[in-house]
């Protein structure tokens, strides 16, 4: 229901970094649980890291725990994901992901492409 941008995306070279961020409509932000998947070519989407409604809790897939950080910001209805030490594996079309801690429906971004290549 809530409507997901994502941006960000690109070509970086191994090693290097990338920042992603999601924009949210509405006045609800807050009462959803975000998300980042990914999808590389071929392969299930799946899911890399998420953050509870109010930014207190998060949880990262192991393959990115310690490179990627996820963090929101309710003011501004923004989720980001900050890739760091990025490996060729990484590449994927990457989504934003909303789900309400009230109804448990859900709503994806668009996607947005990361290309991790020398």
């Known amino acids: 229901q809530v409507q997901l941008v994502e941006s960000g995306g690109g070509l970086v070279q191994p090693g290097g970094s990338l920042r992603l961020s999601c924009a949210a409509s509405?006045?609800?932000?807050?009462?959803?649980?975000m998300s980042w998947y990914r999808q590389p070519p071929g392969k299930e989407r799946a899911l890399v890291a998420t953050?509870?409604?109010?930014?207190?809790?998060?949880n990262y897939a192991d393959s990115v725990k310690g490179r990627f950080t996820i963090s929101r910001d309710n003011a501004k209805n923004t989720v980001t994901l900050q890739m760091n030490s990025l490996k060729p594996e990484d590449t994927a079309v990457y989504y934003c992901?909303?789900?309400?801690?009230?109804?448990?429906?859900?709503?994806w971004g668009q996607g947005t492409q990361v290309t991790v290549s020398s």
């Open positions: 992901h909303a789900r309400s801690i009230f109804e448990g429906t859900s709503s």
């Open positions: 509405g006045s609800a932000f807050s009462t959803y649980t």
């Open positions: 953050i509870s409604n109010g930014g207190r809790t998060t």
